[in-house]
């Protein structure tokens, strides 16, 4: 018995090796390949052992490598996942809150909002696209802010609710009496309780503009390009400086990786946002 | 009141809009710089006859229902691996959402250097044991391997945690009855985790499967809808005909609606079941 209990836990051991493995290898291919000096990018069998030249990420970040403006539109990237935190943040919080304050008409309320998060971006690029136009916002990092912020809503009321559930009614039904309206109870008493939950919110949609690509792809040009958009660039070019890709690559992900950091479990409760409570 | 104000405002502008718009369009011929004209339902009966939307259709159905399955057939292994007590599985546990944040552009860029068929270290890991070498995309007989596995790689620790954390809220007391009874670690797999996973596994099932029918990113950056076009999923047949390459707004447009109706039905079923009882003050 002992020694088969063992065995079953050196196989599980020896699993959970290969998921870390094969989680970890590929990003960590994508740092050597950052590191490696162009002559030896092409060897095979490739190459884990080289003197490591940061001259990848010089050319991106100080030279515009392709002709192309890397910092401006790492800030793009940033102005856009802010101000389009903000919108979901200011529009959504009340609405989870008043979902779950009445909850007699949740049922629609959730349908109606949960049902953007099913919907593939790719459908409303076309009209976007002219109405945008019409608004003189194309190419703006406010309109493309506008609609990450549209992404952004069901995720944040859906983790919004999931805090404001989790905090008894006397406390709100209390708020009320004191004569304040639902808007004053909720700024006043409601939102310094669920702060763990606004930063949760605030970083997942932070996170999703940040790796949108279809409609940063269709709404922006120069001006508001954003790191998904312009890492596509790279790759469309006859030769492709793999090094350069591969710098371009970890300058976009070290954020994400910063938000997940913070994130955790909300991660999966986010995402799960329509099925799972 | 009108806490809800701002949202239902916001979502009439930004979504019932452009998509009351998008069915405008879809009744016309627009497509750039030609003048538009009202056809009624002309895209439409070109859509529905052209065999190349089919086969859209199908592979972005086949490859989200593929995707989806063994994203929770793995995650369910995975989860059981994580649900064991030590510093191995704690440590697993916290990198393992690494690829889940990570920009999906910059994924499928990844992956593209790992499956080069010149350099990359996959076909070199697999000519240790004795396969390959593979073309991966540029293959049709490995095309779609390439892009599940990719999907897998980013999208597997989604299911995962959900099941653990599934495994995690499970009721001990059955599990103490059936050890007094005797029953072994297969037996109380199969007659009590799996039935009180299931309703779980279903949501993560259906979750993966409707964000999985909006897959653009790694076809975009890796196959461009090829070869020829055998990966060419809605999302990109939309952005190709609509805009990309022929700039047919009108006949996008259509593409699109008839892609909301789709992906909006199953959305509305899937919601439908799992939103039963309302959230509300503990």
Same mark, same amino acid.
């Given at each position: 018995?002992?020694?088969?209990?063992?065995?079953?836990?050196?196989?599980?051991?020896? +699993?959970?090796? +290969?998921?870390?493995?094969?989680?970890?290898?590929?990003?960590?291919?994508?740092?050597?390949?950052?590191?490696?000096?162009?002559?030896?990018?092409?060897?095979?069998?490739?190459?884990?052992?080289?003197?490591?030249?940061?001259?990848?990420?010089?050319?991106?970040?100080?030279?515009?490598?392709? +002709?192309?403006?890397?910092?401006?539109?790492?800030?793009?990237?940033?102005?856009?996942?802010?101000?389009?935190?903000?919108?979901?943040?200011?529009?959504?919080?009340?609405?989870?809150?008043?979902?779950?304050?009445?909850?007699?008409?949740?049922?629609? +309320?959730?349908?109606?909002?949960?049902?953007?998060?099913?919907?593939?971006?790719?459908?409303?690029?076309?009209?976007?696209?002219?109405?945008?136009?019409?608004?003189?916002?194309?190419?703006?990092?406010?309109?493309?802010?506008?609609?990450?912020?549209?992404?952004?809503?069901?995720?944040?009321?859906?983790?919004?609710?999931?805090?404001?559930?989790?905090?008894?009614?006397?406390?709100?039904?209390?708020?009320?009496?004191?004569?304040?309206?639902?808007?004053a109870a909720l700024g006043r008493v409601m939102l310094p309780i669920v702060r763990p939950g606004l930063v949760a919110a605030a970083l997942f949609s932070a996170l999703l503009s940040w790796n949108e690509f279809p409609v940063a792809l269709v709404l922006t040009g120069e001006a508001a390009k954003t790191i998904p958009v312009a890492a596509t660039t790279l790759i469309a070019q006859r030769t492709i400086h793999w090094d350069r890709v591969a710098a371009t690559g970890m300058i976009a992900i070290v954020p994400t990786?910063?938000?997940?950091?913070?994130?955790?479990?909300?991660?999966?409760?986010?995402?799960?946002?329509?099925?799972?409570? | 009141?009108?806490?809800?104000?701002?949202?239902?405002?916001?979502?009439?502008?930004?979504?019932? @809009? *452009?998509?009351?718009?998008?069915?405008?369009?879809?009744?016309?011929? %627009?497509?750039?710089?030609?003048?538009?004209?009202?056809?009624?339902?002309?895209?439409?009966?070109?859509?529905?006859?052209?065999?190349?939307?089919?086969?859209?259709?199908?592979?972005?159905?086949?490859?989200?229902?593929?995707?989806? @399955?063994?994203?929770?057939?793995?995650?369910?292994?995975?989860?059981?691996?994580?649900?064991?007590?030590? %510093?191995?599985?704690?440590?697993?546990?916290?990198?393992?959402?690494?690829?889940?944040?990570?920009?999906?552009?910059?994924?499928?860029?990844?992956?593209?250097?790992?499956?080069?068929?010149?350099?990359?270290?996959?076909?070199?890991?697999?000519?240790?044991?004795?396969?390959?070498?593979?073309? %991966?995309?540029?293959?049709?007989?490995?095309?779609?391997?390439?892009?599940?596995?990719?999907?897998?790689?980013?999208?597997?620790?989604?299911?995962?945690?959900?099941?653990?954390?599934?495994?995690?809220?499970?009721?001990?007391? *059955?599990?103490?009855?059936?050890?007094?009874?005797?029953?072994?670690?297969?037996?109380?797999?199969?007659?009590?985790?799996? *039935?009180?996973?299931?309703?779980?596994?279903?949501?993560?099932?259906?979750?993966?499967?409707?964000?999985?029918?909006?897959?653009?990113?790694?076809?975009?950056?890796?196959?461009?809808?090829?070869?020829?076009?055998?990966?060419?999923?809605?999302?990109?047949?939309?952005?190709?005909?609509?805009?990309?390459?022929?700039?047919?707004?009108?006949?996008?447009?259509?593409?699109?609606?008839?892609?909301?109706l789709m992906t909006g039905v199953l959305a509305f079923t899937v919601l439908r079941s799992l939103l039963k009882e309302p959230i509300t003050h503990a």
């Amino acid at each position: 018995m002992p020694s088969r209990r063992l065995a079953a836990s050196a196989a599980a051991n020896a +699993g959970l090796v +290969g998921v870390l493995v094969w989680t970890l290898f590929p990003i960590f291919w994508l740092l050597l390949m950052s590191l490696k000096p162009a002559s030896e990018a092409f060897a095979f069998p490739p190459k884990f052992i080289f003197a490591p030249t940061f001259d990848a990420y010089y050319q991106v970040l100080f030279r515009q490598a392709e +002709g192309v403006k890397w910092v401006a539109y790492w800030f793009n990237s940033m102005k856009v996942a802010t101000l389009s935190t903000s919108i979901a943040l200011l529009i959504g919080v009340p609405a989870a809150y008043g979902l779950v304050r009445f909850p007699a008409r949740q049922r629609l +309320g959730l349908f109606a909002i949960l049902s953007v998060r099913f919907m593939p971006p790719i459908v409303v690029v076309i009209p976007l696209l002219f109405i945008m136009r019409a608004l003189k916002l194309s190419d703006t990092v406010l309109g493309l802010s506008l609609i990450h912020a549209v992404f952004a809503l069901p995720f944040v009321v859906w983790i919004m609710i999931a805090f404001f559930a989790a905090i008894p009614r006397d406390l709100g039904e209390a708020a009320l009496v004191d004569g304040a309206g639902e808007w004053a109870a909720l700024g006043r008493v409601m939102l310094p309780i669920v702060r763990p939950g606004l930063v949760a919110a605030a970083l997942f949609s932070a996170l999703l503009s940040w790796n949108e690509f279809p409609v940063a792809l269709v709404l922006t040009g120069e001006a508001a390009k954003t790191i998904p958009v312009a890492a596509t660039t790279l790759i469309a070019q006859r030769t492709i400086h793999w090094d350069r890709v591969a710098a371009t690559g970890m300058i976009a992900i070290v954020p994400t990786v910063i938000f997940a950091a913070f994130l955790q479990r909300h991660l999966v409760r986010g995402l799960s946002a329509g099925a799972v409570k | 009141m009108g806490l809800a104000l701002p949202i239902n405002v916001y979502l009439a502008a930004w979504t019932l @809009a *452009p998509l009351l718009y998008l069915l405008y369009l879809s009744l016309t011929n %627009w497509k750039v710089p030609n003048p538009r004209r009202f056809i009624w339902f002309g895209n439409y009966i070109e859509a529905l006859g052209d065999p190349l939307f089919r086969h859209s259709v199908r592979v972005t159905f086949s490859y989200a229902f593929g995707v989806a @399955a063994l994203e929770v057939a793995i995650g369910l292994f995975v989860a059981l691996l994580l649900h064991r007590r030590g %510093w191995l599985s704690t440590v697993t546990r916290s990198l393992f959402v690494v690829p889940m944040v990570l920009t999906p552009v910059v994924t499928a860029m990844m992956w593209r250097a790992l499956l080069n068929p010149s350099f990359g270290p996959m076909n070199w890991v697999l000519g240790l044991v004795g396969f390959g070498p593979y073309e %991966w995309h540029a293959s049709p007989d490995t095309v779609w391997a390439s892009l599940v596995m990719i999907d897998v790689w980013q999208w597997l620790p989604f299911p995962t945690l959900l099941i653990l954390s599934g495994l995690m809220s499970l009721p001990d007391e *059955p599990y103490e009855a059936s050890q007094v009874d005797g029953a072994s670690w297969s037996q109380q797999l199969r007659h009590l985790t799996l *039935p009180m996973l299931r309703p779980i596994m279903v949501a993560a099932f259906f979750l993966r499967f409707l964000d999985a029918l909006k897959v653009f990113d790694t076809v975009f950056v890796l196959t461009r809808g090829g070869p020829g076009t055998m990966t060419e999923v809605l999302s990109f047949h939309i952005y190709r005909f609509g805009l990309g390459e022929f700039f047919r707004l009108g006949y996008g447009s259509a593409l699109s609606v008839l892609v909301v109706l789709m992906t909006g039905v199953l959305a509305f079923t899937v919601l439908r079941s799992l939103l039963k009882e309302p959230i509300t003050h503990a």
